[in-house]
């Protein structure tokens, strides 16, 4: 069973999250490089992808791997002003713009999508092989919606590209896999296009509700994310698919400002979603602990990662 944490590079500071993952029995480290905004995600991960970092988590037996809002490394900007085609055209527009994603239906665009991940992926080499490489962090759509991509819907672009990916990153190493993220707008299930047989599902049910469980029927928030999920796995394999959880998430508690405040999840909620998850036959779990630094366990201690791993124990 894979069990972790995500996190973000400053929240290091202060803790010691290589020895604590492994006096409490956690295998898997997600370094995050954070959301919203472009950014150098290279350089904001840091030392995280530094030699002397990994064999750290490797002689303490954890594995690690790079969870990534990576649009602009995808699909560098400057291709812009030569190849606009390769750039969506937002539904309200009419002309093509640099925001936003790529153009799924374009051949050509998709194969700088995968030479990127290729190079992406043989710089950051997870020790899992699974790569997580995300398209912009968005709540609304930022996908393409010219004449040729119109029909498809986000979800079915983006596993077009994650596809494209997937076969450029098997070129360097055989074990590579590519994460299909449903989030936001691609949460839901891809009719028109089929994952290829390196893609494996991340569910990331960021608009859920965590005063009830994943799987209550009483809750018509989760009710919709619930049914997301099945109809996901109608294409996925439940094996291979993997929960990226908001359980002990403090920055969303918070609000993503400091200081930070306490995740607001129940140990009887994450029981009950894991319960629900396992199931299915689903058995890789991660949840983002950002903003759980230093200056988080001095001020609350750390009940809640303790009541996550204590929870996770049970199955």
Not at 203 to 223: E, L, S, T, W
Not at 233 to 261: C, G, M, Q, V
């Amino acid at each position: 069973m894979r069990k972790g944490v995500v996190i973000t590079p400053s929240d290091l500071i202060g803790v010691d999250w290589v020895a604590k993952m492994k006096s409490l029995g956690l295998n898997t480290l997600g370094i995050h490089s954070g959301g919203g905004a472009a950014h150098d995600v290279l350089g904001v991960l840091g030392k995280t992808i530094e030699p002397e970092f990994r064999e750290r988590l490797r002689a303490a037996g954890i594995d690690y791997e790079y969870e990534l809002h990576v649009s602009q490394e995808l699909m560098p900007r400057n291709l812009f002003t030569s190849h606009p085609e390769y750039f969506i055209q937002p539904f309200r527009a009419k002309e093509r713009s640099a925001n936003g994603n790529w153009c799924s239906a374009r051949t050509e665009a998709l194969g700088v999508v995968g030479n990127c991940a290729r190079s992406l992926g043989e710089k950051l080499a997870p020790s899992t092989h699974r790569h997580f490489f995300w398209g912009e962090d968005s709540a609304a759509s930022s996908w393409c919606h010219c004449d040729e991509c119109a029909a498809l819907s986000d979800a079915e672009q983006y596993l077009l590209s994650v596809n494209a990916m997937a076969g450029q990153l098997r070129q360097f190493d055989p074990e590579a896999q590519v994460a299909f993220l449903a989030y936001c707008s691609t949460m839901e299930r891809p009719r028109r296009v089929q994952p290829a047989g390196n893609v494996f599902l991340e569910y990331a049910p960021f608009n859920r509700c965590y005063r009830h469980a994943i799987d209550d029927a009483d809750c018509c928030v989760n009710r919709r994310h619930w049914q997301a999920l099945l109809d996901l796995l109608e294409e996925f394999d439940p094996a291979t698919t993997h929960i990226l959880e908001y359980w002990l998430d403090s920055s969303l508690f918070s609000n993503w400002r400091k200081p930070a405040k306490k995740p607001e999840t129940t140990p009887e909620i994450i029981r009950r979603d894991l319960r629900a998850y396992r199931q299915l036959g689903i058995d890789s779990f991660t949840t983002f602990a950002v903003y759980m630094d230093g200056e988080y366990f001095d001020t609350y201690g750390d009940r809640e990662l303790l009541d996550y791993c204590e929870s996770l124990n049970q199955f």
